[in-house]
Nanobody, 116 residues
Framework: QVQLAESGGGLGQVGGSLDISCTVT????????VGWFRQAPGKEREFVAQ???????MYAESVKGRFTISRDSAKDTVYLRMRSLQPRDAGVYYC??????????WGQGTRVTVSS
């Protein structure tokens, strides 16, 4: 089975940076894609970024050029580096994993607050 553990959420400043991470543990399933989604109060959960097993990446238009997703295979951890933070970046960020055969799994979420 697969479990996701997020960390690094907290208070960021407008124009500043914040890093969050997702540690992936898997007993038998092969993880194909790890991504980040976010949800602001009163809004639907939206896609932010993802990284696949071949290291290819994809970003939402709203974060292109500002956010960077990466992976440290030795630590089984996926990172999201958020730069040039804007108020619209605030919300709960969820790690999401897609497995080759066993479906998908969500992390518990980590809250990102952006203040001036």
């Amino acid at each position: 089975q697969v479990q996701l553990a997020e960390s690094g959420g907290g208070l960021g400043q407008v124009g500043g940076s914040l890093d969050i991470s997702c540690t992936v543990t898997s007993t038998g399933a092969r993880v194909v894609i790890v991504g980040w989604f976010r949800q602001a109060p009163g809004k639907e959960r939206e896609f932010v970024a993802q990284i696949a097993s071949d290291d290819s990446t994809m970003y939402a238009e709203s974060v292109k050029g500002r956010f960077t997703i990466s992976r440290d295979s030795a630590k089984d951890t996926v990172y999201l580096r958020m730069r040039s933070l804007q108020p619209r970046d605030a919300g709960v960020y969820y790690c999401h994993a897609t497995m080759a055969r066993a479906g998908t799994v969500w992390g518990q979420g980590t809250r990102v607050t952006v203040s001036s």
